[in-house]
T-cell receptor, first 117, second 119 residues
Framework: AQTVTQSQPEMSVQEAETVTLSCTYD???????LFWYKQPPSRQMILVIR??????QNATENRFSVNFQKAAKSFSLKISDSQLGDAAMYFC??????????????FGQGTELSVKP | DTAVSQTPKYLVTQMGNDKSIKCEQN?????MYWYKQDSKKFLKIMFS???????INETVPNRFSPKSPDKAHLNLHINSLELGDSAVYFC??????????????????FGQGTRLTVV
């Protein structure tokens, strides 16, 4: 069974600085997707970034980028120029393709990120 | 114009009651999900439907019964509510593609969640 591990329950970063959130996963499959979701206090789940396992290039979305190490099964999220609005719970998630068991998301435990002004 | 809409947002009820949570998506997606987030914020899949057909049932007590009248709706009915059912329940949807390649078909869109409190 696939598992996702986020070993940092809490992280803190100074405004405008850079922070990296860690995520590792365990799978024997070769075709999958990885995601980072953000959950602010409003509780809404917001997609931050996604990575297809077959792509070697690391995904980037504005200030957010990932370091995807497929062999090491590692998928870290880097937030550059941190802003107060980045404060939230961040979840790493693994997903099989939709044709494989309906594409359910398997989540890590979450990392609570605080941003200091 | 909300993409995935859940009602109600908050639900407080007594033990033993029966309650329902409704979910609707206007994205044209054909796969819908229910996830449960517990008090430690851990998220776990409960059910998944594709075109009104149940495809995932993750060892959920049979007091929980999902119902999908059409592919835009997935409701969750809970019988005989227990204290341990208190959680946030999220509905989500995504689009199925036979080849499942390409960014636009891969992410799940979530509703705003329903906080269920059983007293």
């Amino acid at each position: 069974a696939q598992t996702v591990t986020q070993s940092q329950p809490e992280m803190s970063v100074q405004e405008a600085e850079t922070v990296t959130l860690s995520c590792t996963y365990d799978t024997s499959e070769s075709d999958y997707y990885l995601f980072w979701y953000k959950q602010p206090p409003s509780r809404q789940m917001i997609l931050v970034i996604r990575q297809e396992a077959y792509k070697q290039q690391n995904a980037t979305e504005n200030r957010f980028s990932v370091n995807f190490q497929k062999a090491a099964k590692s998928f870290s999220l880097k937030i550059s120029d941190s802003q107060l609005g980045d404060a939230a719970m961040y979840f790493c998630a693994y997903r099989r393709p939709l044709y494989n068991q309906g594409g359910k998301l398997i989540f890590g435990q979450g990392t609570e990120l605080s941003v200091k002004p | 114009d909300t993409a995935v809409s859940q009602t109600p947002k908050y639900l407080v009820t007594q033990m033993g009651n029966d309650k329902s949570i409704k979910c609707e998506q206007n994205l044209g997606h054909d796969t819908m999900y229910w996830y449960k987030q517990d008090s430690k914020k851990f998220l776990k899949i409960m059910f998944s439907y594709n075109n009104k057909e149940l495809i995932i049932n993750e060892t959920v007590p049979n007091r929980f019964s999902p119902k999908s009248p059409d592919k835009a709706h997935l409701n969750l009915h809970i019988n005989s509510l227990e204290l341990g059912d208190s959680a946030v329940y999220f509905c989500a949807s995504s689009l199925k593609d036979p080849r499942d390649r390409g960014g636009r078909n891969t992410e799940a869109f979530f509703g705003q969640g329903t906080r269920l409190t059983v007293v």
